[in-house]
């Protein structure tokens, strides 16, 4: 029996409740040798099915982008909501194909922009950042992500489903050096002050002093302010580092941004405001790809209205 069979049967993964999980590492490994445009289109397929069955996560979608995009149609906001479960569904795929396939075979698909800004940040010496976020093509992207930032580490927050927990873990080591848990900022600083790589999302929701409110498409939202505390204590260079899936048989295309003039500055709502700037830009170019599924607004105040509340 391999041993990663071995391990999850030891781990008590044959309880039933993890039988949806099993069938989805079944279909990502499938889904690993299969053609590039078959395991989108497959992908998508589900997603479309998905849509109709997954009546809380409709909900949360709808809510998310009713709130950012309040000048759409109904109908332009029904076609995104739709379009955005094919691209969850599509994201399942992708998982098999950054998880299981080789690497060479996904940087055949994946187009580089912005390259040039890793080199003259390591000159730098100080570290760099690099600014991701929630989206559906998330984990393609850090599959690949070790071969620009050899070295990486990423930030980690642990998943409710402790099988799904496992496998982003066991993917993302192919990549990624070390994964560091979302809290443990002294780590973070001591990778970033021996000029190492660390892979953070802009768009974490946490709560406690390393947070604000930020607007995002002008709806305030819990926001991490880390990034800017980071680049404060060791000098680091910040890079965006978003990641789209292009049309048909095109694959992908990674950008990575230029450092932002005047970063950090003494003001870190403002920094984080400008970070979050750059990431509603992004989302704009294929809204659908973003995770509509994450509850953003989740989290604030009382004051503030609980936009994911069922609707009678």
């Not at 029996?1 to 044959?14: C, N, V």
């Not at 950012?68 to 479960?85: A, G, T």
């Not at 974490?204 to 302010?225: H, M, Q, R, Y």
Request: glycine share 8%; charged share 20%.
């Amino acid at each position: 029996m391999p041993s990663e069979q071995h391990y999850l049967i030891q781990k008590g993964f044959l309880s039933p409740r993890y039988l949806p999980t099993w069938i989805l590492l079944g279909w990502m490994k499938l889904a690993a040798f299969l053609p590039y445009p078959w395991q989108i289109n497959i992908g998508k397929y589900f997603g479309r099915i998905g849509f109709y069955f997954a009546q809380k996560t409709r909900h949360t979608v709808k809510k998310n982008i009713e709130i950012c995009f309040p000048n759409l149609s109904k109908k332009e906001k029904y076609n995104l909501s739709k379009e955005h479960f094919e691209a969850v569904g599509a994201a399942f795929s992708e998982m098999g194909l950054g998880w299981f396939s080789s690497t060479n075979r996904l940087l055949k698909l994946v187009n580089v922009e912005g390259i040039e800004h890793i080199e003259h940040a390591r000159e730098k010496g100080k570290g760099i950042i690099i600014l991701a976020a929630h989206f559906t093509t998330l984990e393609t992207s850090t599959s690949v992500l070790g071969e620009y930032f050899p070295g990486m580490k990423s930030i980690y927050r642990p998943q409710p489903n402790a099988m799904i927990d496992y496998l982003i873990h066991r993917g993302r080591r192919r990549q990624v050096e070390e994964q560091i848990p979302s809290d443990n900022i002294r780590a973070m600083v001591r990778a970033l002050r021996n000029n190492g790589s660390v892979c953070y999302l802009a768009d974490l929701a946490n709560k406690g002093s390393n947070s604000e409110i930020i607007p995002f498409f002008g709806e305030p939202a819990v926001t991490t302010t880390a990034v800017s505390k980071l680049a404060k204590i060791t000098g680091a260079t910040v890079l965006t580092y978003f990641f789209r899936r292009l049309p048909g048989k095109q694959g992908y295309l990674a950008n990575i941004g230029a450092p932002l003039n005047d970063f950090p500055t003494d003001d870190v709502a403002a920094d984080t405001s400008r970070l979050v700037k750059q990431l509603e830009n992004y989302i704009r170019l294929a809204p659908e790809q973003y995770m509509w599924t994450y509850r953003r607004f989740k989290g604030r105040p009382e004051t503030y209205p609980d936009i994911y509340k069922p609707e009678l």
